[in-house]
């Protein structure tokens, strides 16, 4: 759910946050895997949570391209080094994990979650 998409539901999420409490968690991040796909303008799924599956996670955005990517994991508290890792890790396979990120309700605000 981007924010402005029409699938985007703010009162929906505030409610889902109510009882939130700040922890470390993983962050997904999933794309394409078709042949042939233009890594520069594929669209990304960044989530949080999930760690085991996809059940509880929860869709941060969905940036197109690596530029998109690499200026929505700045926004999170990651090390550079985690945000490059990702990068290179995307340009060969379709799914990526950075395990132990602070989710706060103050990050989730700044996101428009």
Excluded: C, W
Excluded at 80 to 89: G, K, L, M, N, S
Aim: aromatic share 6%.
């Amino acid at each position: 759910m981007e924010v402005g998409s029409r699938d985007y539901d703010p009162h929906a999420m505030a409610l889902r946050f109510t009882n939130f409490r700040e922890r470390s968690t993983v962050v997904r991040i999933d794309r394409s895997d078709s042949p042939g796909i233009d890594l520069s303008t594929v669209e990304y799924s960044v989530t949080f949570g999930g760690a085991k599956d996809d059940v509880g996670a929860v869709i941060v955005a969905k940036p197109k391209g690596f530029d998109a990517l690499t200026a929505l994991l700045r926004k999170l508290p990651m090390a550079t080094a985690d945000i490059e890792t990702a990068i290179r890790v995307l340009t060969s396979q379709p799914r990526h994990m950075i395990p132990d990120v602070t989710v706060t309700r103050e990050l989730l605000r700044s996101l428009g979650l």
